[in-house]
């Protein structure tokens, strides 16, 4: 693990500590403890999941996904595609997520890293937008909202990082500062929680229509009831 990995984990891993307890949102019924329990159960595994991610670990990030989505696609194209490839993206217009030629599933297999201008292969990165100048750091967890039979669950976080602008369009080395909303889905199979979104979230945020949901659509998901945790506020310690 690189130098500038484990001190993003070092600062991230004390500020989730208190997220891992949660109140249920005013006006909402509390189902009982097993359901506060895997909505706790979730938030670690959204801190895994995001670790994963900033770690590279496409086999992982591969195994969280949903088994239908396996089904599709293979881990060499998951990889190859850099953790952006929709499950069809084969089929008739649908595009990969990075966008650009399709190559073939064999040319996938026999060149699994990334090349540079200058043809030498490294290693691939895990890319959160299709912007490659943004670099997330961190995340703050805003909400999880878990089905009433405990099988779905929506995860809002706030992406926080840094962006770049371009150097050979703007002739300096500019960043600044980001946070961005996105939003992670998840389903129960078999007992154990996999990534129900057959895309990356960040891509299709804030668009008029969320495709490619298992279970069959965004209707399906839109018609089900939902209980909100919202994370429970540190307590400052020490009395005045």
Do not use: C
């Not at 299709?130 to 750091?137: K, R, V």
């Not at 500062?177 to 939003?183: S, V």
């Not at 969320?210 to 089900?224: C, L, Q, R, T």
Request: glycine share 6%; aromatic share 14%; proline share 7%.
């Amino acid at each position: 693990m690189s130098l500038k990995v484990k001190a993003v984990l070092f600062f991230l891993l004390p500020v989730l500590a208190f997220n891992l307890f949660f109140l249920s949102e005013e006006g909402q019924t509390d189902p009982g403890p097993d359901h506060l329990q895997e909505a706790r159960k979730l938030a670690v595994l959204e801190v895994d999941y995001f670790e994963k991610k900033i770690q590279n670990d496409w086999q992982a990030l591969y195994d969280y996904q949903h088994p239908v989505f396996r089904e599709h696609i293979s881990f060499e194209e998951y990889q190859f595609f850099d953790g952006r490839v929709l499950y069809n993206y084969r089929d008739g217009n649908a595009h990969h997520v990075s966008g650009g030629l399709t190559p073939s599933l064999d040319y996938i297999k026999k060149n699994p890293q990334k090349k540079d201008a200058l043809g030498f292969s490294h290693p691939r990165k895990y890319q959160w937008f299709s912007n490659p100048l943004i670099t997330i750091q961190s995340y703050d967890l805003k909400r999880v909202l878990l089905s009433k039979d405990g099988n779905y669950a929506i995860i809002e976080v706030e992406l926080r990082g840094v962006e770049k602008l371009n150097p050979a369009v703007v002739r300096d080395d500019i960043q600044f500062d980001i946070k961005k909303p996105h939003i992670d889905f998840w389903e129960k199979v078999d007992g154990q929680w996999k990534i129900s979104l057959l895309a990356d979230a960040a891509t299709i945020s804030g668009g008029p229509k969320v495709p490619y949901f298992i279970p069959n659509s965004n209707a399906a998901w839109g018609k089900m009831k939902f209980i909100p945790y919202v994370p429970r506020p540190k307590e400052k310690s020490g009395k005045n």
